[in-house]
T-cell receptor
Framework: EAGVTQFPSHSVIEKGQTVTLRCDPI?????LYWYRRVMGKEIKFLLH????????ESGMPNNRFLAERTGGTYSTLKVQPAELEDSGVYFC??????????????FGEGSRLTVL | SQKIEQNSEALNIQEGKTATLTCNYT??????LQWYRQDPGRGPVFLLL?????KEKRKERLKVTFDTTLKQSLFHITASQPADSATYLC??????????FGPGTRLSVLP
């Protein structure tokens, strides 16, 4: 069974450009999360999808970030326009719904974003 | 303010000894707490989950305790091996909304 896959593994862009990160969760996992780790800091929650609906987007830093999950399968996270402080590693995770937040999170390997 | 602290940024121990990692939290009331392992350049990997009504959970050489009075979880690795060297993260549920991660402890097991 394939795990959570993320693409690209590394992206280097100029400030002001746009980047789109993609996450393919484990098949059948309704829950999809985006997290990010900026240099030297802890992994921070960005948002949570249940199927195609945004359950919680309280961690999204500002309106330059747009996440979508059309059809409840893969998800994209677009940053437009990118700023220097957006540099970091963006992790996607998925989990099965087992009645509340009781399930383990399966993480992808992350997408490293470098904004110059 | 809400805070999660893990005992130290880095911990070095001798092979064969027991490693004990600490996770303390403030102003959270988690119903669940999880521990993850993260290797450099990789995503976190789930290890154990413990619920608020469970005092202790074991899995092979791993043991987790959860004390909601002290607001603390302890993570033990017995008979540690160099292959156990990694960063260990605690994560707790944030009022059922999402999981919040601690900063991690980088464990080095020396041969």
């Amino acid at each position: 069974e394939a795990g959570v896959t993320q693409f690209p593994s590394h992206s280097v862009i100029e400030k002001g450009q746009t980047v789109t990160l993609r996450c393919d969760p484990i098949s059948g996992h309704d829950n999809l999360y985006w997290y990010r780790r900026v240099m030297g800091k802890e992994i921070k929650f960005l948002l949570h999808f249940v199927k195609e609906s945004k359950q919680d987007e309280s961690g999204m830093p500002n309106n330059r970030f747009l996440a979508e999950r059309t059809g409840g399968t893969y998800s994209t996270l677009k940053v437009q326009p990118a700023e220097l402080e957006d540099s970091g590693v963006y992790f996607c995770a998925s989990s099965q719904v087992t009645g509340g937040l009781t399930g383990e999170l399966f993480f992808g390997e992350g997408s490293r974003l470098t904004v110059l | 303010s809400q805070k999660i602290e893990q005992n130290s940024e880095a911990l070095n121990i001798q092979e064969g000894k027991t490693a004990t990692l600490t996770c303390n939290y403030t102003n959270y009331s988690p119903a669940y707490l999880q521990w993850y392992r993260q290797d450099p350049g990789r995503g976190p990997v789930f290890l154990l989950l413990i619920r608020e009504n469970e005092k202790e959970k074991r899995k092979e050489r791993l043991k987790v305790t959860f004390d909601t009075t002290l607001k603390q979880s302890l993570f033990h690795i017995t008979a540690s091996q160099p292959a156990d060297s990694a960063t260990y993260l605690c994560a707790l549920d944030n009022y059922g909304q999402n999981f919040v991660f601690g900063p991690g402890t980088r464990l080095s097991v020396l041969p």
